[in-house]
């Protein structure tokens, strides 16, 4: 007799859909599942900037613990949420087909950028770009799930906030007022769901690995061996996207000031079978070309 499969996952709507796709999926290859839902202290403090809190891996840290206490099997995420070095005795054993990676600028109206601006992120990376792009603009701290800072959006006199627009189509709340920001280069590994689950547990392990995307996985360890070695454990405004076209990988990767006034951009491709070390070689080109002073400096900032 098959063993049930304990899916933990985050109570908000888009965790819950997640967690939800990965039991269907399981349940149609004949596994037992159950969902486990437990708040992390990501969605409680509301009232500060994620980097202000000090805490790497905020919103995985509550799963990771009630697996290694043996609360739940295996844990679901957002993979950008999901620090690069998991915790001992945690592994990943699948990556799902990445969903749309862009970051979209949602509005209530028609927007002049040419004008003053407030737009709203939480995100030091999207800060940065954005105020790379538009100077002028001011950018404000938006927190909470995604339902919790539409209404923020709208209750505001900000002109639009920023959102990934894979977890607003994910749980169909996606506006049709939005404009797709081609330019602004993604988080690693956003638009992807992982499955984590303990390394001694080869019955999860060989479960959920029927699930893993080949190319959704080589993509985001690209983009995050690329965070990992540029941000050393430091917060930074980092962006990282990978793209396999007739097997060749196609990587744009890009570290900012946290005011937006320094870009550092790499650009190269390689082919699909020498992918590892490809995220580490394209990181070291951007420290060696001013990016290991720029994080410096940004550490000091955020001190």
Not at 197 to 207: R, W, Y
Request: a neutral charge; glycine letters at 8%; hydrophobic letters at 40%.
């Amino acid at each position: 007799m098959k063993k049930l499969i304990r899916i933990g996952t985050r109570d908000s709507q888009l965790a819950l859909w997640q967690a939800n796709t990965v039991k269907d999926k399981l349940e149609f290859l004949g596994y037992k599942t159950e969902i486990v839902s437990v708040k992390s202290t990501g969605d409680l403090i509301l009232d500060k900037p994620l980097y202000e809190l000090g805490i790497t891996g905020i919103f995985t840290k509550t799963l990771d613990v009630a697996m290694l206490n043996g609360s739940v099997d295996i844990a679901v995420h957002s993979m950008k949420d999901v620090p690069t070095l998991l915790p001992k005795g945690i592994v990943q054993s699948a990556v799902l087909e990445r969903a749309s990676s862009s970051d979209i600028l949602v509005t209530k109206e028609n927007v002049d950028f040419k004008q003053t601006c407030t737009i709203a992120t939480g995100s030091l990376r999207r800060k940065a770009q954005w105020l790379h792009r538009y100077p002028h603009h001011d950018v404000v701290g938006l927190r909470g799930n995604v339902i919790t800072r539409l209404q923020k959006l709208e209750d505001s006199k900000w002109q639009g906030a920023v959102f990934a627009q894979a977890g607003l189509e994910r749980i169909k709340i996606l506006p049709t007022n939005y404009i797709n920001l081609d330019w602004m280069i993604p988080a690693p590994s956003q638009g992807a769901m992982v499955i984590v689950a303990l390394e001694n547990d080869t019955f999860s392990i060989e479960a959920t690995s029927k699930l893993n995307d080949k190319y959704s996985e080589i993509c985001t360890n690209i983009e995050r061996e690329f965070l990992r070695v540029l941000e050393g454990g430091c917060t930074a405004p980092i962006g990282a996207i990978a793209t396999i076209k007739q097997d060749i990988i196609n990587f744009t990767g890009v570290l900012f000031s946290l005011n937006g006034s320094i870009k550092l951009e790499v650009k190269k491709s390689v082919s699909i079978h020498k992918y590892q070390g490809f995220g580490a070689t394209c990181a070291q080109e951007i420290l060696a070309n001013g990016g290991d002073e720029l994080m410096q400096q940004i550490k000091a900032e955020l001190k």
